[in-house]
């Protein structure tokens, strides 16, 4: 069963601190992953998406990782700020020939607080 | 650039109702996929409709429905509402499938059924 994994559930840092977000995933075949964020009451905005051939993709502070082999990505946030307040989700997506019921597999995500 | 629009925003119905959500994409976005997001469950994948066909589809029951239009709007339609229906239901828009584009949603129709 493809499943994706994110920890931690929730997460408090200082205003200018660093953190970083885990996603494991099974999702098999793979054929991309991608971190959003979602603010309270909003729809989710993307952050990066990373095909299998990709390890590593910047969005501003946001810098995301890829491990294929062990089937793992994180989610790095520079000084962070008021702002990045919000939920980080992890989505994988199979390739289209699997079942189409299965093709985007969310994580739970990871509620991050920001405090000045 | 106009982004994804749903309406309505909220809204509360009672069980056994019905309720039908609008989805208008981003110009020139072909691909429209529905999610329910709930607490418990998180996000999870409805359909998604691609130039008015729907390509893709979760496992949710057959209460569950949509269709897109010529212009690219969608809807989807819930029959017989039950309690555990109560979700927020997102909409995106992309330029290629949802599997592989960039995806870009809207702000949600908060249903409530009481």
């Known amino acids: 069963k493809n499943q994706v994994e994110q920890s931690p559930q929730s997460l408090i840092i200082l205003e200018g601190k660093n953190c970083t977000l885990q996603c494991n995933y099974t999702v098999s075949p793979f054929s991309n992953l991608r971190w959003y964020k979602q603010d309270t009451g909003r729809g989710p905005v993307s952050l990066t998406i990373?095909?299998?051939?990709?390890n590593t993709k910047s969005n501003g502070r946001y810098t995301a990782t890829l491990d294929a082999d062990t089937k793992q990505s994180s989610l790095h946030i520079t000084a962070s700020q008021l702002s990045d307040s919000a939920s980080y989700i992890c989505?994988?997506?199979?390739?289209?020939?699997?079942?189409?019921?299965?093709?985007?597999?969310f994580g739970g995500g990871t509620r991050l607080m920001v405090k000045p | 650039k106009a982004g994804v629009t749903q309406t309505p925003r909220y809204l509360i119905k009672t069980r056994g109702q019905q309720v039908t959500l609008s989805c208008s994409p981003i110009?020139?976005?072909?691909?429209v996929s529905w999610y329910q997001q709930t607490p418990g469950q998180g996000l999870q994948f409805l359909f998604e409709?691609?130039?008015?066909?729907?390509?893709n589809k979760g496992n949710f029951p057959g209460r569950f429905s949509g269709r897109q239009f010529s212009n690219s709007r969608s809807e989807m339609n819930v029959s017989t509402l039950e309690l555990g229906d109560s979700a927020l239901y997102l909409c995106?828009?992309?330029?290629?499938?949802?599997?592989?584009?960039?995806?870009?949603f809207g702000e949600g129709s908060r249903l409530t059924v009481l």
């Open positions: 989505v994988v997506s199979a390739t289209p020939a699997y079942n189409a019921g299965n093709m985007l597999t």
């Open positions: 990373m095909t299998f051939s990709e």
């Open positions: 409709y691609f130039s008015e066909t729907q390509r």
């Open positions: 995106a828009s992309s330029l290629a499938g949802f599997d592989t584009g960039e995806l870009f």
């Open positions: 110009s020139g976005h072909r691909s």
